[in-house]
């Protein structure tokens, strides 16, 4: 199973053929799910004792398997976070696990993180951070967040030189799940501040829950967001910052979706305030068209995460004790691949002016779609976008309308487009991540909802 032998010929061109055969996709299909009883009755028994042809395993995955899965690439697909990753980012993901590097340490992956931390720097310098600014790629911003927060935490102990029976975070009303999750992990508490009349996390807000809570002394962080998944809001960074400077609170942004528009020039003021965080995530799986899984973590001073997130064991002590810099030392991981090679293959090939010119492309077509809503009789535009999420009702439906109605778009492969919730109503909720997205798909869909 590890010589390249014949065997092995024969599944690399199967595979590549394949891989070949999907980049070359256009349009790239939405497909959909499956029951569980159909894929039984058309997959059945996938893995045997004796093992099966490549080709027969690979044309099963192209036939069955991978049609029950919907394209997170496709232009239609415009619900959750979608993804539209760089043909070079896909390709290079290839390299990627064909090379089998281990990007836990400099020592493994000293070429490898060398490049990642390049990427990391592009991200840096476009949110303003100082010199000496850094971090790692993770898995998500789940686990990004998380990541931040722990070295919050640790560092207002260390700092205070005590710990109170609780540690609390202030967040927003608007927060991602993420956040709670990680709070739940690390047994803190949250202090949510009512957002403001534009229904964002604001300094007045902030500064007036501080002054008013009866121990402030326990609060080891702010969390703002740079771009709601719900509605693509982007919080009082400035004022935020401001607030947590005068209380010596961590800051740290949210942007695992909204801060790629960090790089586009016409966005870039509604950031300000994000220089000052001492951390912040963004995904580049989501709006900087790297393939699945990639979040770029970043703190203002690298060490305080390192002396709270490396490992000590014997078998570690080769990799520690010098000036290299080692991924692990600044999240919770310790085995990684090296996820963050496909955006830096791209950036290095496409360059950063080609990035800033498609996340302007789909800032566009989400204006567009919010004008071509607006101009439609039969829907309202519920807020103008800051992004790319666009909310808009059908005035008169119920829930059940919308259940019908986005399961009817995504059977006919016109969209998936899945309903939200805006403020307690069941509202249509659309993303435009996809710099490609003709502009003639909102009439298309709107013309469902008729």
């Not at 030189?161 to 009303?173: L, N």
Request: aromatic content about 8%; glycine content about 6%; overall charge negative.
């Amino acid at each position: 199973m590890h010589t390249f032998d014949d065997l092995t010929q024969r599944i690399a061109t199967a595979c590549l053929d394949y891989a070949i055969e999907r980049l070359r996709m256009d349009p790239v299909t939405l497909d959909g799910p499956l029951s569980l009883a159909a894929l039984r009755e058309r997959a059945g028994t996938t893995i045997t004792r004796e093992g099966r042809e490549p080709e027969d395993v690979v044309r099963e995955f192209v036939d069955i398997l991978a049609p029950a899965c919907i394209s997170t690439d496709s232009t239609r697909f415009i619900s959750f976070i979608p993804a539209a990753p760089t043909k070079a980012a896909l390709l290079f993901d290839l390299v990627v696990g064909a090379s089998s590097v281990c990007g836990t340490s400099w020592l493994e992956g000293a070429g490898a993180v060398y490049a990642e931390n390049q990427a990391l720097q592009v991200l840096a310098d476009a949110a303003g951070f100082p010199a000496g600014a850094g971090g790692c790629f993770v898995s998500g911003g789940s686990i990004g967040n998380l990541s931040a927060l722990a070295v919050a935490r640790d560092s207002a102990a260390a700092a205070r030189g005590s710990r109170p029976a609780r540690w609390r975070v202030a967040v927003g009303e608007q927060a991602h799940s993420s956040i709670a999750s990680a709070l739940r992990l690390l047994d803190v508490d949250a202090l949510v501040v009512p957002s403001d009349d534009q229904d964002r996390l604001a300094g007045p807000a902030l500064r007036e829950a501080l002054a008013a809570d009866a121990d402030p002394s326990s609060i080891c962080a702010v969390v703002a967001t740079s771009g709601t998944t719900n509605a693509g809001i982007i919080d009082d960074l400035a004022g935020i910052a401001a607030a947590t400077r005068e209380a010596g609170i961590w800051f740290h942004v949210d942007g695992a979706y909204g801060a790629a528009a960090l790089l586009a020039p016409s966005a870039r003021a509604r950031f300000a305030g994000i220089e000052d965080a001492d951390s912040f995530v963004v995904d580049p799986h989501k709006w900087l068209f790297a393939p699945f899984d990639s979040c770029a973590l970043l703190y203002r001073e690298p060490a305080r995460a390192k002396a709270v997130h490396a490992q000590e064991a014997s078998y570690l002590d080769a990799i520690h004790g010098g000036d290299d810099w080692n991924p692990a030392d600044y999240a919770f991981h310790l085995t990684r691949r090296t996820r963050g090679l496909p955006l830096w293959f791209s950036l290095a090939v496409h360059g950063i002016d080609a990035y800033s010119d498609a996340i302007e492309r789909t800032l566009a077509i989400a204006r567009h779609a919010a004008a071509r809503i607006d101009a439609a009789p039969h829907v309202e535009l519920l807020r103008d976008p800051e992004l790319t999420v666009v909310l808009f009702r059908r005035p008169g439906w119920t829930e059940a309308d919308y259940t019908s109605w986005s399961d009817g778009v995504l059977r006919e492969q016109v969209a998936l487009c899945l309903p939200t919730r805006w403020k307690g109503e069941m509202v249509a909720r659309a993303v435009f991540l996809h710099p490609e997205c003709p502009e003639s798909f909102i009439d298309e869909l709107l013309a469902t909802m008729a």
